[in-house]
């Protein structure tokens, strides 16, 4: 596998219209981020695009890129659905609380 390679790739959701697409490496968040309208590029962009350059650079491991960009798509509301959901005992409800 590939160092670069996601162990479980990112679903982005652009809306209910559009099918889910699956981000599953650096190369690929970075291609994403890329592609970000400018006039939308704050801290939490920035912060994704430093954690991607990192990986790419060998100074972080693919899943720390992959959990800066998966923060980004969940704070930026492109995260799937079934990428929020619980780990265990917390209960959907605290879930849909803390997307609001």
Same mark, same amino acid.
């Given at each position: ?16 219209e +559009? ?6 490496s ?12 400018? /006039? ?6 920035? *912060?994704?695009?430093? *954690? *991607?350059?990192? $990986? @790419?650079a /060998?100074?972080?491991?693919?899943e720390?890129?992959?959990? /800066?960009?998966? /923060? ?8 799937? #659905? #079934?990428? $929020? @959901? ?7 409800? +605290?879930?849909? $609380? @803390?997307?609001?």
């Amino acid at each position: 596998m590939d160092r670069l390679q996601f162990f479980t790739p990112v679903r982005i959701s652009r809306g209910q219209e +559009s099918p889910a697409e699956e981000i599953y490496s650096v190369a690929e968040a970075m291609g994403f981020l890329r592609k970000w309208p400018i /006039g939308r590029r704050g801290p939490v962009y920035q *912060c994704a695009v430093n *954690c *991607c350059s990192a $990986a @790419l650079a /060998g100074r972080m491991s693919a899943e720390e890129a992959r959990k /800066g960009f998966a /923060g980004f798509a969940r704070i930026t509301r492109l995260l799937d #659905d #079934d990428m $929020a @959901l619980p780990m265990g005992g917390e209960n959907i409800d +605290s879930v849909h $609380a @803390l997307r609001r």
